[in-house]
């Protein structure tokens, strides 16, 4: 079966420049997420998506900006990076939104900053 | 936000032996996941289970809605089963956390051959 598909996997980046990640959810999966795992720490979300157009938004730092496509692929960009960005970054997807709906998680991308 | 509390935090097994991983929530839901994150760091989903038993293989899960707990239990455990333990809940429906999903610090599973 067809999952999330995250690239790249592995990014790595210098102070103040600037990283877009891309997440292509599941076939027919209308909702997108994304969550920033720091190293030692639990999965914290940072904005999501239904339908194309943002539905929650979380601890995201303004100098991070999400959006979802057409295609309902979504792309995190990520600008003025600093060294506490450094970590791994999952998007999941699910088909619908609240009660009964389960999220599926993409292998992440992991960010250094260096 | 709702609070999810995992215990416990680090949990150390002899190949072969069984566990018990509990997630304890603050709040009602409508959604409770389980994941395994192994040490590639991949996210794998184990079970969706708001409410009720279910069982995949060795492993099984239960969650008691009323009384704001989950168990997951891992029996003849194997080295492959070694990674972290997510419990991860939505609460209910209420307009700006649709399908967002709160996390516990995990279980630190260390299976031994």
């Known amino acids: 079966a067809a999952g999330v598909i995250q690239s790249p996997r592995h990014l790595i980046k210098e102070k103040r420049e600037t990283a877009t990640l891309k997440c292509y959810p599941i076939?027919?999966?209308?909702?997108v997420y994304w969550y920033q795992q720091g190293p030692g720490q639990d999965p914290q979300f940072l904005i999501s998506?239904?339908?194309?157009?943002?539905?929650d938004k979380g601890s995201i730092p303004d100098r991070f900006s999400a959006q979802q496509f057409s295609d309902y692929h979504s792309e995190l960009n990520m600008s003025s990076l600093e060294l506490g960005d450094s970590a791994l970054y999952f998007c999941?997807?699910?088909?619908?939104?609240?009660?009964?709906?389960?999220?599926?998680f993409g292998q992440g991308t992991r960010l250094t900053v260096v | 936000g709702i609070q999810v509390e995992q215990s416990p935090p680090d949990l150390i097994l002899q190949e072969g032996a069984n566990s018990t991983l509990r997630c304890n929530f603050s709040?009602?839901?409508?959604?409770l996941q389980w994941f395994h994150q192994n040490p590639w760091g991949q996210l794998i989903n184990l079970f969706y289970?708001?409410?009720g038993t279910k069982q995949n293989g060795r492993l099984s899960a239960t969650t008691v809605a009323t009384e704001r707990y989950s168990l997951l239990y891992i029996s003849s455990s194997q080295t492959t089963d070694s990674g972290v333990y997510f419990c991860?809940?939505?609460?209910?429906?209420?307009?700006?956390?649709?399908?967002?999903?709160?996390f516990g610090r995990g279980t630190q599973l260390t299976v031994w051959p």
């Open positions: 289970i708001p409410s």
């Open positions: 076939p027919r999966h209308d909702t």
């Open positions: 999941a997807s699910s088909l619908g939104q609240g009660a009964g709906t389960e999220a599926f």
């Open positions: 998506f239904y339908e194309k157009m943002q539905s």
């Open positions: 709040d009602s839901v409508n959604n």
């Open positions: 991860a809940v939505s609460p209910p429906d209420r307009g700006s956390t649709l399908g967002r999903l709160y």
